[in-house]
């Protein structure tokens, strides 16, 4: 029987790869950098160095022909910046570097050697072999931190990685041991936002702030089985290294998989379950992900005991229908949506139970405006609600019940610090918080939920130190949702509130304020009551579009807590952008 032979991966198909990558609004540039840079995490491996060629091969062939094949080629980010990390934690880390270091000198790429600083704030101390999968999980995240730096650094935006297909079946399994929804089953998408944090705040050495909503990671190779990856780097010369570690199953659930996925495929008509070799806590793990896979209910099943080629398969499925859920997620949200004050997201809800009526949507939609209300930071787990499938349900039915009298509209909370409050919107477009009456709209307004009153305080912020001298301009992401930006060299000479901090007896501090808990600029000196120095300033907001012959009605601003409110004066020279974002990636 003749082998087929495996084919390189052509011009033209990384041309079509590479247009699944595209973000939204195209290659990002700015007037700051016009130029699209990209950087490549370049591990000296065959994926990433079969990346580094694929890329240099595309712009040289825009280069070469002034006139791109494809629409794609036109804005590809170049120049490329080859970022290598060193984890410090294995012996061939040298070896790995320098062989990075020549892959990017071969394919014209700029290339960058960054060293994790274990031990150094906020890094943690270097983590010990015996520790296992959390050395992967650490390390993966010192390894994003770096680059992300990197890119803020240089200017770029876009970073390509060379996760591929059998990567992809590797994530999925690892997510079912996790006990992952069907929604999970969709694995790594070719495009996502880096997002605020890999970690739990601020000072986290996992965090990325406002700027990893401005950067992407991009991932051409996903639908890539790794022998075509390997035959590209055979046919073309290309050389690289092998990380040893990969192939020890008994370090991470990763490489467990893959010994599994790979012994099965040396032995596919007697493979074992589970080999022998592996480590009891992993057994256990591989355990769990095959009756997890055994219970799915899907069209295409996901098995551990099937072929490579019917993995990839069945994962491209999942890719696909979940691809598909948020496209019908982002037009659900574009037309049932109300005009609502900045930060809160208000859902008509009088036509939902009709309209929405795919379980999975359902919860897609729900886990969509979770993320961009709650004040954890974009892209964690926490904004949205930990994933819990019991907050999530909670939230479908309470939000999805078509009576508008029943008991169930009431105002609750089900996780991620989010407050859903249930409002009548009348045909003059006003909004009671009361049961609408017969033939009027209603529905449910998403907001940050309070902070408990003893714990309000924790929530104030004194950003002094950043309005001092010589600054001119002053960035502040506050309460992970809005980004303040102080401009402090309009602030004219002699102003009240630049002396007190030039003397110490004073402070300005972001506090949370008002019915929608906006960011308020105030003035707080020792003894004497807060003074508002600047907040936001919305016009009217014309809520809903009434029926014809009847006279709009637009919202006033609810009055503000007990802060004393006589002028602002920095209202100005202070500017608030609510900068969370409800699309997808």
Known sequence: MRVPQIRAITSAEFAQMMEKCRPPTGWPATIDEPIVKSAVANSAGPDSTCLLFLLRRMIDCKQKTNAPATATA????????????????????????????????????????????????????????????????????????????????????????????????????????????ILGLGGMRPLRRFGMALGKGENDFGWFGHEGLNRWIVRPLLDVPKDRILATCDLHDIRYVLDRTNFQPELTLRNAIRHVLTSNEKKRHSAEPIPPSLPPLLTDKITRMKTASEDLKIPVPIDLMASRENLHAAVRYSSRNLSDIESRVSAYL??????????????????????????????????????????????????????????????????????PASDARARFEAGANVLWTPLRISQDGRLKYERPRRGERFGWLASRAPPPRLCRPGFDRDVSAELAPPRRRAEVLYDNRFLITFR?????????????????????MLVLGGRW??????????????????????????????????????????????????????QDTVDFKFIRVLDEP
């Open 334 to 403: 574009s037309r049932l949506s109300v005009q609502a004050p900045p930060g809160t997201f208000l859902l008509a809800a009088d036509k939902l139970s009709t309209t929405v009526t795919d379980p999975l949507v359902q919860l897609a939609m729900v886990l969509r405006i979770l993320r961009y209300i709650s004040p954890h930071p974009w892209g964690s787990t926490r904004a949205q609600a930990g994933r819990r499938r019991d907050s999530l349900q909670r939230i479908v039915q309470r939000v999805w019940d078509p009576d």
């Open 74 to 181: 036109a804005d590809l980010p170049d120049p490329i910046i080859s970022l290598h990390v060193d984890h410090n934690l294995q012996s061939d880390a040298a070896k790995m570097a320098h062989a990075a270091g020549a892959a990017a000198s071969r394919f014209k790429a700029l290339h960058l050697g960054l060293r994790v600083p274990w031990g150094e704030p906020p890094f943690p101390a270097r983590p010990r072999p015996h520790e296992g999968e959390a050395i992967e999980s650490v390390a993966r995240t010192a390894r994003y931190r770096l680059m992300f730096d990197a890119m803020v650094r240089e200017r770029v935006h876009i970073l390509a990685t060379g996760h591929h297909a059998d990567d992809q079946v590797e994530t999925v399994f690892m997510r079912l041991g996790s006990g992952s929804s």
């Open 488 to 508: 402090i060299d309009a602030i004219p000479p002699g102003d009240p509130v630049m002396t007190s901090l030039k003397e110490g007896y004073g402070r300005v």
């Open 517 to 570: 808990l906006w960011p308020q600029v105030v003035w707080r000196r020792g003894g004497e009551e807060d003074v508002v120095i600047a907040q936001i300033s919305t016009p009217e907001l014309d809520w809903y579009e009434p029926a014809p012959g009847v006279r709009k009605h637009y919202s006033t601003r609810s009055p503000s807590e007990k802060t004393r409110e006589v002028r602002f004066p920095w």
